[in-house]
């Protein structure tokens, strides 16, 4: 659905943007969330019900570890952390998406 702000995120984009997000520290998912909504400037808003299956599924690809820790509340939280597999798979994610999005900004240019 679209939304004056919000947009809904193309079908594995998800992924993509939460091992950029977890790229520089491990964070929990609830930071993930966070991170991902205010670098996009509320444009990107990701519920829980899509955030934790994506994590198991990173995790379950090898492409995030995830750890037990105390977080800034005082609360246990699992922490996830790229993986090196998960590093390899940022960088040719990020390459790949910024193939295609130039290739569709010339096609919006030109056309």
């Known amino acids: 659905m679209v939304t004056e702000k919000r947009i809904e995120l193309p079908q594995g984009t998800l992924d993509f943007l939460i091992l950029k997000a977890i790229a520089l520290e491990p964070m929990h998912g609830w930071a993930i969330s966070e991170r991902l909504q205010q670098l996009s400037h509320d444009v990107i808003q990701v ?14 690809r090898g492409w995030i570890k995830a750890n037990w820790a105390t977080s800034e509340n ?38």
């Open 47 to 60: 519920q829980q019900g899509s955030l934790y299956p994506a994590l198991h599924r990173l995790e379950r």
């Open 74 to 111: 005082n609360r246990r939280a699992k922490y996830y952390e790229l993986s090196a597999t998960g590093r390899k798979q940022l960088a040719n994610e990020t390459a790949a998406w910024r193939k295609l999005t130039t290739a569709v900004e010339h096609i919006l240019t030109l056309a």
